[in-house]
């Protein structure tokens, strides 16, 4: 099982981005997915969800900023994020919500940074 997450980057306050994850290994389909993140000395904190079939669910730090969809024939989950702001800085990651284990292990694949300059 492979979880990958990408899009992130340096951008000014006011900016967007486009994070993508990339689920392989499994079929994820059918699962509430979800984009968290962690910053520097915080725990990590679920950002936004999506249901198997498109129900969405946000942090009420970013709603009506950021947006969850997914493309199953992709296997990919995507977040768009607007209105960025400089508490937005942090590692992102994605997951299933009720989680991956490998080995009895939580996995989590690896992150994606972004870095939003005030």
């Known amino acids: 099982v492979q979880l990958q997450a990408y899009g992130g980057g340096l951008v000014q306050t006011g900016g967007s981005l486009r994070l993508a994850c990339a689920a392989s290994?499994?079929?994820?389909?059918?699962?509430?997915m979800a984009w968290y993140r962690r910053s520097s000395g915080n725990q990590r904190e679920l950002v936004a969800s999506i249901s198997g079939t498109g129900t969405t669910a946000y942090a009420a730090s970013v709603k009506g900023r950021f947006y969850i969809y997914r493309d199953n024939a992709k296997s990919t989950v995507f977040l768009q994020m607007d209105d960025l702001k400089p508490e937005d800085t942090a590692a992102h990651y994605c997951?299933?919500?009720?989680?991956?284990?490998?080995?009895?292990?939580?996995?989590w694949g690896r992150g994606t940074l972004v870095t939003v300059s005030s």
């Open positions: 290994g499994a079929d994820f389909s059918g699962r509430e």
């Open positions: 997951n299933a919500v009720s989680g991956v284990w490998i080995n009895g292990v939580p996995y």
